[in-house]
């Protein structure tokens, strides 16, 4: 079990080192202009600006700038954003902005959770029923239909229906957070359902179950007792991922509603190459979904005993 | 006694014969079965048997060729379309049957070409990704040695959220159609070639393939006869899955401006244009939202469709 935990973990570094090299290398394909502020390359001449470089090491050849990013990294030092705020470190604007990404997405991974699951759960029970159709219909709307699509959908729904306020605003958190909240929910929702529900059936149909209503057993212990628990085990590998890359926030729904956390940032930063950003943002998204994985791959041993990883070295997919 | 040692040689010589490779030719091959069984025969019939999915066919096909007409009978033409202020917000009316956009330009041929555009995307991307997915995952699932190297491939690109690549790649290489479909499908192979791999290692040692490698089927032919037909109901649902995806893709990219480039209207370019205006002015959300669903919603629903009907499980 250590040994393969340990064995992951080195892994997962490896592959965090190989991701901060390939960002690292296609930022260096820039144009060296974008070190600088848009108030320094107005002021600056070309001498003062290869000054600047040569100083900074931007000039040194690519392994040494590698290398010393490297040590970098290791202290937590990821430079300073150049063109989105100007000067602040990237670690200080990152700080700024998470929370409120983290706070949307932990609310819509609860409601995700809860109500996608109740949805899987009512489904297998009332297979080919009038409720299960609805919740297929649910489920091809939310799967097929593009996002901007659906969100556009309930943007409308909300403001004037339920007049909810059409973008997030600081002054007003609860209300104006409501309907980035659904739009984050209605996908995950729909993939917690999907799931549950194929894994009930599949668990339905076993022996173990036709056993337990021979004993004389009731329908309702057999769902809450062996099915619900055997059915959540295959999923509870998505748990932990799904907790930490809401920390990044979501490109789409962070963008549609004006909200100002860790989604917008990264396209800033993208449109007004702000290099150190994309850099750093880059790295803690790849950073995030490894140990969510890997975090995954453990509970899922947690939660079922009978799952051993040591011998094939893999998940099951 | 000549008699008895003759017929001692001819064992012999029997039991060498029994026991040396048949010369391998197709037709003999192919003698064996004598039923009428065709498998794309009974993946038709049983798709018919299937009113929605068969309706769903008809639908896309006749907006397919819809686009086209729509382009043809519209009073503008898109390339020849001026912004003109004055003309802004005019709601659908005789003159513009889709009414105009902010900057007064006839919404119509605009979604009709949009429209194209992104049917063309999304297909040009499915078959790519299908047609490298599926030679990857071959080889990744049939040669034991390579495992080891795909799979860190796999999990290389995989463990970073695809759209990441997607907006690097347009930050340091460019928007264009071109750029677009190219990298589309560079990342989106995987989750295809990963189905198949799985498939091929749950098929490759099977009796009957063990079977034919024992008769001195070379590989290829063991892999495009005995393993490829296992492959067909998962290659197809995944190329069917693929077009709603890619629209989804293409369309958050294009709002984030990080998609194609603003010349080339899409989908997804309609959208975010309409995204400040369609609270006021719902048509204008309402025409390429309905197209974008109508596409996407049946290839979803054709795929499993169809994926059912290709599975020989479920042919009699």
Known sequence: MFKYTGKRLLQGLVTVLIVVTIVFLLMRMLPTDYYFTEDQLMKFTEEQKNEQLLAAGLLDPIPTQLIRYYGQILRFDFGESKRIQNGVPVVKIIE??????????????VISVVVGIAMGVAQARHKDGIIDHIGTGYIVFANAVPPLVS???????????????????????GPSSVLPIVCLSIGSIAWWALWMRRYMVDETNKDYIKLAKIKGMSEKEIMRKEV??????????YLPMSILTTIGGSILVERFFSVPGMGPLLTDAINKYDVNVVQTVVILYAVLSIIGIFLGDLLMIAVDPRITLTDKGGTEE | MIDKDLEKNEEIENEAE????????PEVAEMTGDSE????????????????????????????????????????????????????????????????????RDYWSQVWYAS??????????????????????????????LDGFFTS????????????????????????????????????????????????????????????????????????????????????????????????????????????????????????????????????LIFPAVIVSTISVTFYLIGNAFSDAADPKNHV
Request: charged letters at 15%.
């Open chain 1, 96 to 109: 700024d902005k998470f929370g409120i990404s983290l706070k949307m997405g932990l609310i819509s991974v």
């Open chain 1, 151 to 173: 969100y556009s959908l309930i943007l409308i729904f909300g403001s004037r229906v339920l007049k909810f306020p059409s973008m997030y605003s600081s002054r007003n958190v």
């Open chain 1, 228 to 237: 619900l628990r055997n059915a959540f085990v295959p999923l509870a590998q």
């Open chain 2, 18 to 25: 029994l026991f040396s490779f048949v010369e391998y030719s």
């Open chain 2, 37 to 104: 069984y065709s498998y794309w025969k009974s993946v038709f019939q049983n798709f018919i048997k299937k009113k929605s999915a068969v309706v769903l066919s008809i639908i896309f096909i006749v907006l397919v060729i819809f686009t086209f007409i729509a382009l043809s009978i519209g009073k503008y033409d898109y390339k020849t379309l001026i912004p003109d202020t004055s003309k802004a917000f005019i709601k659908p009316n005789s003159e513009y049957w889709f009414g105009t956009d902010n900057i007064g």
């Open chain 2, 116 to 145: 194209q555009v992104s049917i063309k995307l999304s297909i040009i991307v499915g078959i790519g990704q299908c047609v490298i997915g599926v030679l990857i995952g071959l080889v990744w699932g049939y040669v034991k040695k």
């Open chain 2, 153 to 284: 491939i796999y999990n290389l690109i995989n463990n970073v959220p695809r759209i990441l690549y997607m907006m690097l790649i347009s930050l340091l290489v460019g928007q264009s159609f071109t750029i677009m479909t190219v990298s589309l499908i560079a990342f989106g192979w995987l989750v295809m070639a990963r189905n198949v791999r799985n498939l091929v290692m749950i098929h490759r040692d099977r009796e009957y393939n063990l079977a034919s490698r024992a008769l001195g089927t070379p590989t290829f032919r063991i892999l495009i006869k005995n393993i490829f037909p296992q492959l067909i109901s998962v290659i197809i649902l995944r190329l069917a899955l693929s077009i709603p995806e890619t629209i989804a893709m293409e369309s958050t990219l294009s709002y984030l401006g990080l998609g194609l480039g603003i010349d080339t209207p899409s989908l997804g370019i309609l959208l975010r244009n309409a995204r400040n205006y369609f609270l006021d002015y719902p048509y204008l």
